[in-house]
């Protein structure tokens, strides 16, 4: 039986932060700033097409800069129109959209599923949970949480 070892994050100073959803800053989302047409678009305009045995289709997208290096390249696929890269680049982004209304459903479900609060705070009740939080910060930054605590409980009552 093979030994069980621990994750090693590449970088460990990022695993506790919080989390933001990843939006692509391409320019041109036919071809991710590439020059060349994703595969998955390609097979909307040629649905047998095989990126494997086919030439790479060139991104003829008017505002694509990588696009254009690829121009009169007769290595690559010149047969997309402006506008058929220009219709893939609206459906690539609708995707890109949907895509992050679902992670952000998927957050804020997942928020709702860790809250167990039934109603909000008080501010009496923020307050005192402040204090408390601050209290255990003081006691683990000091080193008394890494030798076991005071052995004192913290009243963390739901309210």
Known sequence: M????????????????????WKPEWRCFCCQDFGTVSPILVRL??????????KIVACQHPN???????QCDFNYDQ????????????IAREDWRNTIIAQQKRFVDLNCVKNLRSRPRTSESEMMAYQNHQAV???VN??????????????????
């Open 64 to 70: 694509c800069e990588a696009g254009t290096r690829l």
């Open 2 to 21: 093979l030994p069980q070892l621990p994750r090693e994050p590449i970088r460990p100073e990022l695993e506790f932060e919080d989390k933001e959803i």
């Open 45 to 54: 305009v040629i649905p047998d097409y095989d990126h494997h045995r086919d």
């Open 79 to 90: 047969r997309f129109t402006a506008r058929i890269c220009i219709e893939l680049d609206e």
């Open 137 to 139: 910060l003081a006691e």
């Open 142 to 159: 000091s080193g008394l949480g890494s030798q076991g605590g005071t052995g004192r409980c913290l009243n963390m009552t739901l309210t």
